[in-house]
């Protein structure tokens, strides 16, 4: 047992990811329609090709992301599986076979399918849309462990990314790897993957290069790691926590007599983000039988800090730090404590959204000077080149800290919030300079638009 105290007052995966639910919204339904219509039309050219006597394994390949992303798994599988046997060095169709085995929580025929590609090719190979690229990076990623969301990030580079993928505590054969200017770690959760996080230590210190999200610093980014990083910040309050191990006596007099703040408290299982099994818990009784749900799991028992707004509303901002930047990526409105923003009714509320419009525009209305210089104070304690924060503001205008760390999700899939595409593509051409500058070019050479800076 771990028990994390901070002063009260003195001071969020698999590589290949299903979308979350959204309420229905008639602009992005347009969007997905207009997509689908793309993917319709890719999927008979390529279809016509074959027809045509052209049975190539790159047509295969092609075939089997686009039944992906029209949700036909089943022949997603299928081409895969025939650009293999066209191809069999085809290490990529192999991949994809594993990402989605995984997603469907088939996890020996996924391994099966790693494996294999592992030893063809220990990463996988993403060109950049420009000919010869910029740079060239090398991604450490853990299949079975959290990591920092890049669909989006990766999207149209001008560089070169390969990766490299982490099964255990092993690390990989390099010896193919080749050059590159740039390590990134996507090992994000320290709670699902450190014995991986040591492995990319090792590795990233054999490859010599200049290394983005540090795997040693990630391992410092668990809930009560962060509780204990970040206490005596003037304007900002961490919650204090308490890790409790399998070990720990959770009869409800026990919990009683250990925990070190009153009901009601959070509760969540260690390595998990979002809303699933996270709680709000009333009682000691209460506590005591969540608990007993995963007796073998690690879990987070959290001090319950109210930011219900004046309105009654709960509010959720999320900051991305990219170097030494700080940009807003949204914020979450809601009727409840647990606000996600997938799971509001800020698509159907046209003054929530104006209000999350304003704060990205200028969120030096809502965070003033003093919230500003904590969270540049969270950057530097954390230490991480690129992570997120999702805080709030109580009614005595302190910062609550939420969640720290490297696994926050930023996305373009923005249909039915239009006015977030700057700021999102801020983030990315922020993130996209920054590797430009550790790869030793000029950060500025192919900025789009110069990011929006907090204040």
Known sequence: MTVTASAPAARPTTPVATPAARAPNPAAGEARSGRVETLVATKAQ????????LEDGEIRHRLGTVFFELDDIEMAIRHFEQAIALDPNDADSRYWIGGIRQMMGEVDAARTAYAAAEQ???AIRRRAIRSPPEFRVLVLFAPYAGNTP???????????????????????????????DVVLNLVSDADQAEAMLFAATGLAERLG??????????????????????????????????????????????????????????????????????????SPDELARYLAQRPDADHYVIEYVDVASGDGHFRKYR????????????????????????STDMAHRPWMQQE????????????????????????????????????????????????????????????????KAPFVRAIKAAFDAMLRSRAGLDPTARLLEAPPQSP
């Open 120 to 122: 063809i090719r220990p």
């Open 209 to 282: 290069k200049p290394v983005v999200n540090a795997p040693g610093k990630v391992l410092h980014t668990t809930r009560d790691a962060v509780a204990v990083l970040l206490p005596g910040i003037p304007a900002l309050r961490v919650p204090r926590i308490l890790r409790l191990d399998p070990d720990t006596d959770i009869s409800a007099a026990a919990l009683a007599a250990l925990l070190p703040f009153d009901f009601p408290v959070l509760a969540r299982p260690a390595g998990t983000h979002g809303g699933d099994d996270f709680g709000k818990i009333g």
């Open 150 to 180: 890049t669909q989006y990030l990766f999207k149209d580079v001008t560089y070169d990314v390969d990766t490299l993928a982490l099964f255990g505590p092993d690390e990989p054969d390099i010896s193919s790897v080749g050059e590159i």
């Open 46 to 53: 390529l279809q016509e090709l074959l027809e045509h006597g």
């Open 356 to 419: 999350e419009a304003a704060f990205l525009a200028n969120p030096g209305a809502v965070f003033n000077a003093s919230h500003f210089e904590a969270l540049r104070t969270v950057r530097d304690r954390i230490g991480l080149d690129y992570f997120g924060i999702d805080c709030g503001l109580d009614r005595n205008g302190s910062l609550i800290v939420f969640e720290v760390n490297a696994s926050m999700l930023v996305h373009d899939d923005n249909a039915a919030f239009p006015y």
């Open 319 to 342: 900051f991305m730090f990219v170097g030494e930047t700080i940009l807003p990526y949204h914020l979450a409105i809601g009727n409840d404590w647990k606000v996600h923003h997938l």
